[in-house]
């Protein structure tokens, strides 16, 4: 089968792989659609140390069944399915209490971080255990079904906060995950939705869906406007979705005394914190990692189009052009958001 194959850092390669093997419990996909996520896009330099090479990327992604393995009951091949990123044991401490995504034996499709390979869904097939599959209402699209599992981590983000009818919300960095979480919080209830960024085109795009309000961080006082735009508090809520000192900083002066913050951002493995604030305001700083079962919510929001998580999406490529559209996300090309990569043209 083809692949686009990390070879070495910043070296990629469209060739020939072998198929992947089928355990047991595992269900063998052809891939339709695969999202290029910003930890794939920073993660091939090494920076981040958790894409090895060699290692076949690609977590975001749906298709159809096309093997199971001697063990799987419950699925048929013709079935179309997205897949969650998370491969857990269902079986730990956490797993137990239903914190799949702190499981003790987790593994992420498409990293390598040093102790484990999983090859990812950046090639025509990939193998996936039963137990992570999802099935796609009609109502959903391969390409749509690629943005599932951002959506499912800016929801739990969204969740890991006590959302209110009335609130405030600022979202710091309108990338893909901070798009999402625009649409969440307003499916939430929230009042008064405030995103910020530094790229007029995300700006723009936060307000088509659901932002009130807008704030270009380099042109305007963000924590003013914010204090402004409620009567001097700050927000209730925020949530970080860049991992930056910067943007940890205003999401936190934001804040109303005794609010809430989630962070989901992870860029900056270090970053500073004006702790006396969190403390004297007695803010809450709430850590979230990829997502916990909210799959099926949000595929249901997606088949009765409460969100839109297609309009995100900058480009449909073939798989084998996907060099070329991980260079132009590496050097940060601002007209690209999302770009789907499928294993035939568009």
């Not at 093997?67 to 990123?85: C, H, I, K, P, Y």
């Not at 999802?134 to 959302?163: C, K, N, T, W």
């Not at 309000?213 to 700050?234: I, K, M, N, P, W």
């Not at 930056?244 to 002066?253: I, M, P």
Request: proline share 5%; charged share 20%; hydrophobic share 40%.
């Amino acid at each position: 089968m083809k692949a686009l194959v990390l070879e070495a850092y910043n070296h990629l390669v469209y060739r020939d792989v072998p198929e992947p093997s089928l355990g047991p419990q595992d269900v063998l996909v052809r891939v339709q659609a695969c999202g290029i996520c910003g930890s794939d896009v920073h993660g091939m330099d090494g920076s981040t140390g958790r894409r090895v090479p060699p290692i076949i990327m690609g977590h975001e992604a749906a298709g159809v069944i096309a093997a199971l393995g001697e063990q799987v009951s419950g699925w048929q091949v013709g079935e179309r399915v997205t897949f969650d990123s998370t491969i857990y044991c269902g079986s730990c401490y956490f797993c137990r209490r239903g914190l799949v995504n702190l499981c003790d034996q987790r593994r992420v499709l498409g990293v390598s971080p040093g102790d484990y390979r999983q090859h990812g869904a950046f090639a025509e097939y990939v193998a996936v255990p039963q137990h992570i599959l999802y099935r796609l209402p009609d109502e959903v699209s391969f390409v749509q079904a690629a943005l599932v599992e951002p959506l499912a981590i800016a929801l739990h983000g969204v969740q890991r906060l006590p959302v209110g009818l009335d609130d405030c919300a600022v979202v710091v960095g309108t990338g893909t995950i901070g798009l999402s979480a625009v649409q969440a919080l307003r499916v939430a209830g929230c009042r008064l939705i405030i995103g910020v960024d530094i790229v007029p085109s995300r700006l723009e795009l936060a307000r088509r869906l659901g932002a009130d309000v807008t704030l270009h961080a380099h042109q305007s006082d963000v924590v003013a406007e914010v204090r402004r735009l409620t009567d001097g508090r700050g927000a209730d809520l925020a949530l970080e979705a860049c991992g930056y000192s910067e943007t940890v900083g205003t999401a936190v002066a934001c804040l109303r005394k005794g609010g809430s913050l989630a962070m989901i951002g992870s860029y900056s493995p270090h970053i500073e914190l004006e702790l006396q604030a969190v403390v004297y305001r007695q803010l809450s700083l709430n850590g979230s990692v990829a997502c916990c079962g909210e799959y099926p919510d949000c595929l249901e929001l997606m088949a009765r189009g409460a969100v839109h998580m297609e309009a995100l999406v900058s480009a449909v490529a073939p798989l084998s052009e996907g060099v070329t559209w991980f260079e132009r996300l590496y050097r940060g090309d601002p007209d690209l958001i999302k770009v789907v990569l499928t294993p035939d043209a568009a």
